[in-house]
């Protein structure tokens, strides 16, 4: 049942930092495109790397997604 649950947060993880990646205005296509093939191809070295790198302003976005849903 752990390795169900962590198997699902991990898929949950990639998919916010993909989703990230894609919502980001200040990424050209090559970046966009780099991040995703490190995700891909290292997941858990890309994910703490993209977290790192990227992690205040994916943040900022959040934040600025949900006040324009209305939250």
Known sequence: MLMWFLLFAWILVI???VADVFRSNDLGGLAKAGW???VVLIPWLG???YLIARGESM???YAAAAGARGR
């Open 15 to 17: 998919g916010s930092v």
């Open 59 to 61: 943040t900022h976005r």
């Open 47 to 49: 994910v703490v790397i």
């Open 36 to 38: 995703v093939t490190l």
